[in-house]
């Protein structure tokens, strides 16, 4: 096996100065690269793997309500768990809803 490349100048860096940290850089990159997650990249990938024969699946196709719903769930969780992410979204929501009186 070769050794994984370092993917940019960042990286290479901070392998360079701190040899261990680049170690664990490159290993989190595989990690995240081994879990990738297309949903809200713009590609082609998601129509066809969502059961459509078209680039730009139907709105419905089963991969993408899976997508919707993780999503809805991920959201949930960090606004129940982390404070922040509840501020962002009362703020967000404050905003472009305003306030019920």
């Known amino acids: 096996m070769g050794k994984a490349?370092?993917?940019n100048f960042i990286d290479r860096t901070i392998?360079?100065?701190n040899p261990q940290a680049g170690i664990e850089r490159t290993v989190a990159r595989a990690r995240l690269q081994q879990?990738?997650?297309?949903?809200?990249?713009?590609?082609?990938?998601?129509?066809?793997?969502?059961?459509?024969?078209f680039r730009n699946g139907s709105p419905e196709s089963q991969r993408i309500?899976?997508?919707?719903?993780t999503l809805m769930w991920e959201s949930s969780d960090m606004e129940q768990h982390f404070?922040?992410?509840?501020?962002i979204l009362t703020r967000t929501t404050q905003y472009a809803l305003g306030t019920l009186r």
């Open 5 to 7: 490349p370092l993917t």
């Open 15 to 17: 392998a360079f100065f």
């Open 35 to 53: 879990f990738d997650y297309d949903g809200a990249r713009n590609s082609g990938r998601r129509g066809v793997a969502g059961g459509s024969m």
């Open 65 to 69: 309500n899976q997508d919707a719903i």
């Open 83 to 87: 404070c922040l992410w509840r501020g």
